[in-house]
C-alpha cells in the first residue's frame, strides 16, 4: 500500500481536433506525475483550459490516457472501467436524474449494488442529514434550488463510500454567498468523512479556503504543488504569483550577488532581494515580486527595510483597506494595499505625492519567468 | 397600438387553410350522419345506421384487425431501430454518420408508389409472400426516419453527463441506458411510437401493392367506393379513421413537448 489515494505517473492526454490533413494535437495534460495523499483536501487549480477538467475525467475513467498509467490506492487504472473504479464524481451541473426524486437519485448507487432496501435507506437517510436535506427525500430535482441540488450531488457520490472523491467546479453555477457558506460546509464534510477529495476550480480564493494541497495547472502541466500557504508566500514562478492572489512585478538588472542576497539595480537606485534557489549572473535582467499588503508608503525609508521612490498616482478606498497606485521612477506602476487599521505609523498621502514605496527584504521574491 | 386587420394576406391565409383543410373533413362527418345514400344538400335527416353497418361488416373488421397488427407491429420495431439508430448518431462519432442519416431518411422523400412497385418486384424476387406481415415490413422502412428524427431531437436536447454519472455510480453502459436514458426518453419514444402507428395506420398505396389478400383498413375502404350503396359507409368509416389518427396525433404532439420541457429547466 502506497500513501497515496492517487497516483498519475507520466500521464499524456492528447485529444486530435479537425480531420486528415488538418488534425491538430492538443495536448490537454503534458507527462504529469502527481501523488494525492489519502484522506486530503486537495485541490486542482487553474485558468480555463488547463487540463484540470481533463485530469479529472482521466481518474473518473471517462477519458484513457494516451499514455502513462494511474493508479487508485495503488491499483492500476488502465484496464479498469468507470463503473467499477472505486471514486465517484460530483459534476459541474450536478447530472441529477431528472426522473426520479431526491431519495431515488441518493440510492441509485447502493440500488445498482443490490444493498438490500432496509439498509439503503437508513444510509440515504443519513446521507441526506449530513447535507441538511433530511425532509427533501420525497422531491424531484426541478424543485430544488441550485444549492439543494449540488448538495443532493455530493450526497449520492458520498453514499457510496469511495476511496476518492471528484467534485468539477461544483460551486460554480452558486452565487457568491452560497458559494462562500459551502466551501466551509464542504471541508467539514471532508473532514468528517475522510475521503480523499480532488477537487476542480479556477477560483484561486476556493482553493486557498478549502484546499490542504494545490497542485497549480497552466497548459497540462502542474506549475506548483503545496499548502496554500506555500503557494502563496513562495510562489515558484510569475505565472503562479500572478494567479494566486494579487502581485507586484519589479524588473531590474543584476548589480552584484553578494552572500545576503542578490543587489537589483531598478533605474538609479539600489535593492537587495533575497536570491533563493534562482541563479543569476551580474547584468542579467530579473524580475521580483512583492504582495501590495506587503508594502507600505512612507515619506522616508526607514532603517533595514529596502525601497523604491514614486509618485502616488490614485488612492482608492475600498472600506477595510486603502490601494494605493504608485507610478515607480522606472515608469512601472505597483498596488500597494494599506489596512485602514489605527496603527500609529500609517501615514496618509493623496494623489501627486511623492512617496518611498517600502517593504521588509524576506517579503520580496525573486522569480523566472 | 394598431388594429389587427382582419384582411391582411396572413389572415386570409389562415381562412383559406381552414376552409380547404377542415371544411372537407366537417362535411364528411355532417354526411356520415346523413340518411341518404346520396351525398348532396340539403340534408334528409339524422340516422347513426352507417355507423352500424360499419360495426356488422365483418370484412371491415378483420381489415381493421389487419391494419392495427400491422400498425402495432411495425411501429414497434421501428420505435426499437430508430432508439438505436437515434443514440448511435447522437452519442457516438461514427465515421460516414451523415451518410447513415441521409439513407434512413430517404423513405421520407420517395413516392409511396413507387416504393410500393419496387417493393412488389422485389418480393416477388426473393420469394416474400404478398401479406400483412410483407406490408408491416414495408411500414417499417418508411416509419423509421420518423422514430430517429424525434427520438434524436430527444436525444440531442439531453444533458450527456447524465449517462457518465450513472456509470460514475457503478452502472454498466447497458445499465445506464435503461435505467436512466430511456426512462427520460420515454415521452419520446411512446410520441415516436404513436406517430409511426399513425403513419402505418392511413398508409394505403404500399399496402395496397403488396398486401395480398390481407387488406388493411385503407386498403378495404379504397375498394369499397365501386359500390355507390356502401358509399355512406365509407364515409362513416373516414370519419373514424381521421378523428382517431387526428386525436393520437394530438396525443403524441403533447407527449413531444412534455418530454422535452424538463431538459430546458435542468
Keep these: 500500500m502506497t500513501d497515496y489515494a492517487v497516483e498519475l505517473c507520466n500521464v499524456t492526454k492528447v485529444f486530435s481536433s479537425g480531420r486528415g490533413a488538418k488534425s491538430e494535437d492538443v495536448y490537454a495534460v503534458k507527462e504529469m506525475n502527481l501523488g494525492i495523499p489519502r484522506g486530503q483536501f486537495f485541490t486542482l487549480l487553474g485558468p480555463s483550459g488547463c487540463g484540470k477538467t481533463t485530469t479529472l475525467r482521466l481518474i473518473a475513467g471517462f477519458e484513457t490516457p494516451s499514455s502513462g498509467e494511474i493508479f487508485i490506492q495503488g491499483k492500476p487504472m488502465s484496464k479498469i472501467p468507470p463503473n467499477v473504479r472505486p471514486v465517484n464524481t460530483v459534476f459541474q451541473n450536478y447530472a441529477l436524474f431528472p426522473h426520479m426524486n431526491v431519495a431515488s437519485n441518493v440510492a441509485f448507487g447502493l440500488a445498482i449494488k443490490r444493498v438490500p432496501r432496509d439498509e439503503q435507506k437508513r444510509i440515504v437517510k443519513e446521507a441526506l442529514e449530513l447535507v441538511q436535506l433530511a425532509d427533501m427525500g420525497k422531491r424531484m430535482p426541478s424543485q430544488l434550488s441550485g444549492g439543494q ?30 458559494r462562500k457558506a459551502m466551501q466551509i460546509e464542504l471541508k467539514h464534510i471532508q473532514e468528517q468523512v475522510g475521503i480523499t477529495f480532488v477537487y476542480v476550480t479556477h477560483d484561486q480564493e476556493e482553493a486557498l479556503t478549502m484546499s490542504d494541497f494545490i497542485a ?40 552584484s550577488i553578494t552572500r545576503k542576497g542578490t543587489k537589483l539595480r531598478v533605474l538609479d537606485e539600489l535593492v537587495t532581494v533575497d536570491a533563493m534557489e534562482v541563479n543569476l549572473a551580474k547584468g542579467q535582467a530579473a524580475t521580483f515580486t512583492i504582495r501590495p499588503e506587503k508594502m507600505m508608503l512612507k515619506t522616508k525609508q526607514p532603517v533595514s527595510t529596502e525601497a523604491l521612490s514614486g509618485t502616488v498616482q490614485e488612492v482608492i478606498y475600498i472600506g477595510t483597506d486603502t490601494r494605493y497606485i504608485v507610478t515607480l521612477q522606472s515608469g512601472e506602476s505597483v498596488v500597494v494595499r494599506v489596512q485602514n487599521g489605527c496603527s500609529p505609523d500609517v501615514e496618509q498621502f493623496s494623489k501627486g505625492d511623492l512617496v518611498k514605496v517600502v517593504w521588509l527584504p524576506e517579503d520580496a521574491r525573486l522569480l523566472t519567468d | 397600438m394598431n388594429k389587427h386587420k382582419i384582411f391582411s394576406p396572413g389572415s ?39 355507423y352500424g353497418k360499419l360495426y356488422e361488416n365483418r370484412e371491415l373488421l378483420k381489415a381493421l384487425g389487419n391494419s392495427l397488427m400491422i400498425g402495432f407491429g411495425s411501429s414497434l420495431i421501428a420505435t426499437i431501430l430508430g432508439t438505436m439508430g437515434a443514440i448511435a448518431i447522437v452519442r457516438f462519432k461514427l465515421p460516414g454518420r451523415s451518410v447513415f442519416l441521409a439513407v434512413s431518411a430517404l423513405p421520407l422523400v420517395i413516392p409511396y408508389v413507387i416504393f410500393g412497385v419496387s417493393l412488389l418486384i422485389l418480393f416477388n424476387e426473393v420469394g416474400i409472400r404478398l401479406s400483412a406481415f410483407a406490408a408491416g415490413l414495408a411500414h417499417v422502412i418508411i416509419s423509421i426516419p420518423y422514430a430517429l428524427l424525434i427520438i434524436s431531437s430527444r436525444l440531442v436536447g439531453f444533458p450527456d453527463n447524465l449517462e457518465e454519472a450513472a456509470m460514475d455510480l457503478g452502472a454498466s453502459y447497458w445499465g445506464a441506458l435503461l435505467k436512466v436514458t430511456i426512462p427520460i426518453c420515454s415521452p419520446a419514444l411512446l410520441a415516436a411510437f404513436l406517430l409511426c402507428f399513425t403513419i402505418s395506420f392511413d398508409e394505403y398505396a404500399i399496402a395496397s401493392f403488396i398486401v395480398g389478400t390481407d387488406a388493411t383498413l385503407p386498403v378495404y375502404l379504397f375498394s369499397q367506393l365501386r359500390f355507390p350503396t356502401r358509399l355512406p359507409m365509407v364515409v362513416a368509416l373516414a370519419a373514424v379513421l381521421m378523428i382517431v389518427t387526428m386525436a393520437v396525433m394530438l396525443f403524441t404532439e403533447w407527449l413531444r413537448r412534455v418530454g422535452q420541457s424538463p431538459a430546458k429547466k435542468g
Design chain 1, 149 to 178: 441540488q449540488q448538495r443532493v450531488a455530493l450526497a449520492r457520490a458520498l453514499v457510496n463510500k469511495p476511496a476518492v472523491l471528484l467534485l468539477d467546479e461544483p460551486l460554480g453555477a452558486l452565487d457568491l454567498k452560497l
Design chain 1, 216 to 255: 497549480l495547472m497552466s497548459d497540462g502541466l502542474i506549475l506548483q504543488l503545496g499548502d496554500p500557504a506555500t503557494l502563496y508566500k513562495k510562489p515558484a514562478n510569475k505565472f503562479v504569483a500572478d494567479f494566486i492572489g494579487e502581485s507586484n512585478f519589479i524588473r531590474g538588472t543584476v548589480d
Design chain 2, 12 to 50: 386570409i391565409y389562415f381562412l383559406l387553410m381552414c376552409v380547404l383543410l377542415y371544411l372537407p373533413i366537417l362535411l364528411l362527418i355532417i354526411f356520415s350522419f346523413n340518411d341518404s345514400t346520396r351525398l348532396v344538400f340539403p340534408l334528409k335527416g339524422f340516422t347513426l345506421q352507417w
